[in-house]
């Protein structure tokens, strides 16, 4: 009992002298583009969204845990952080590392204050780091009957109140984005759980006066969030699942585009490809016999989803999402805990992803497969490329390294600046300049499988610096 006093005078102490941190805190609120197809904050910065899934963060860590783990992410450049507020894992009933439970006699109409405490303390920790909070008031076996533990104990009534006691409880922390959802749909055949959702989205609107950016994490498969609530007016970015179940090379890419190329966009991305670590086989096995996904399984999804137009992509790794160690039962097969996970060689990959497209004007970028004249291939191999908006660069990312042939007729310069980005070291291995033809054969510094590139193509006018710079 000493000890959880100590801890527990720790975390006040802590959250006393934090409170303040949201006064150092200087990107504003995120919103949606002008041109409805990106993200930006309201200081009115682009802002590429690079998360990282810690969905039982609350739930399974103590306080000198989440500073290692917010500590880790921030310097590898993760700018997002998804967290569940009610977990999916015997969330209602098993309390957190300072024996709390997040509702009184299980009631969420009687939130527990001590459990809020954390959460509290948690989104001011990460605005000190410069990094927004993704939080889901619940994850969606609270609401959707499926599967999963449970319980059920929403209904459109407590969903509000659930909803505004929140929006008004954190109303004032400006790197909140809210989502709703929790790998569960939400309509499936006769059942419709959107009023649900809808209740809850119309509380955190409400409780923070409609300065909530609200997004809905959905269900595996090709699926996406645009195929059911894509018209609702609370929902302010697409989000769909390439996940783990499908085997390899999961055509995600298809999906962001056709998400993109909808009336009245909205941003999509990637929130949940499939995880580093995690078993290679169709959901609801998860047998390991396969092997497992690697760091170049979730490069070839996340580059391939964001440079098809995707505003952004969420990582996550096996262990660290459910933060497994010797307290825990692994699930699904998970191989190592989550301490050992967190530099996994595919967290690298995609902070380098994020300095990659940020190096450039990324705000209006073109997806253009049709830059593609010879070399493109299927699953596996299939290349994606993208242009600025300008006409100024190009990106294109080949996932099997082989010789290419692309039109550069788009630039109207008579040189071209050509760059070779190795993205397993986040770096440029070559660089050169020459005369541009309309068509261009392009040969990577090394082939095969698992030579995986990405070709930056520079117009000499506008000057920019090595890609990653």
Request: aromatic share 14%.
């Amino acid at each position: 009992m000493k000890l959880l006093r100590i801890i527990l005078g720790t975390l006040i102490l802590f959250f006393g002298t934090q409170a303040n941190a949201q006064s150092g805190w200087k990107n504003g609120r995120l919103r949606v583009s002008a041109d409805g197809h990106f993200l930006e904050t309201t200081n009115d910065r682009p802002f590429f969204w690079l998360g990282d899934t810690g969905w039982e963060l609350f739930h399974r860590l103590d306080f000198e845990e989440i500073t290692k783990y917010l500590d880790d992410r921030y310097a590898k450049g993760f700018n997002v952080i998804q967290a569940v507020i009610l977990p999916e894992f015997d969330g209602i009933k098993k309390p957190n590392r300072y024996g709390s439970v997040p509702l009184n006699q299980f009631n969420i109409e009687t939130p527990n204050p001590r459990y809020f405490e954390l959460v509290d303390t948690v989104i001011k920790m990460a605005a000190a780091r410069n990094m927004f909070m993704c939080l889901l008031p619940t994850w969606g076996d609270k609401v959707t009957p499926n599967w999963g533990e449970g319980p059920v104990i929403f209904n459109e009534k407590n969903a509000y109140t659930y909803g505004k006691w929140l929006g008004n409880r954190f109303k004032s922390d400006e790197n909140i984005v809210w989502m709703l959802g929790g790998d569960r749909p939400p309509q499936k055949d006769t059942s419709d759980w959107r009023p649900i959702w809808r209740a809850m989205a119309r509380g955190l609107q409400e409780g923070t006066e409609y300065k909530a950016f609200i997004t809905y994490h959905t269900w595996a498969g090709e699926k996406s969030t645009s195929q059911q609530i894509h018209k609702e007016s609370w929902l302010s970015m697409n989000t769909m699942q390439s996940g783990h179940g499908g085997g390899h090379d999961v055509p995600v890419w298809k999906w962001i585009d056709r998400d993109f190329k909808l009336p009245n966009p909205k941003p999509t991305l990637d929130a949940e490809p499939n995880y580093e670590d995690h078993p290679v086989n169709p959901w609801p096995k998860w047998d390991p016999k396969n092997g497992f996904f690697d760091d170049y399984d979730v490069r070839k999804q996340c580059y391939r989803s964001v440079f098809a137009g995707g505003c952004g992509v969420t990582y996550g790794h096996h262990g660290v999402w459910q933060f497994y160690s010797e307290r825990e039962v692994p699930i699904t097969h998970a191989d190592r805990s989550w301490t050992s996970g967190l530099d996994q060689p595919g967290a690298f990959g995609v902070s380098y992803l994020r300095k990659l497209i940020e190096c450039r004007p990324y705000i209006g970028r073109i997806y253009d497969p049709a830059m593609i004249v010879d070399g493109q291939g299927e699953k596996g191999e299939f290349i994606t490329a993208f242009r600025g908006k300008e006409n100024d660069y190009a990106m294109i990312y080949i996932p099997v390294g082989k010789t290419i042939k692309l039109n550069t007729k788009w630039m109207k310069s008579s040189d071209i600046k050509i760059w070779w980005w190795d993205p397993r070291l986040g770096m440029v291995v070559r660089g050169e300049s020459v005369y541009r033809n309309d068509i261009m054969s392009f040969t990577p510094p090394a082939k095969g499988v698992g030579q995986d590139w990405v070709l930056v193509l520079d117009s000499p006018e506008f000057q920019y610096r090595p890609p990653g710079k």
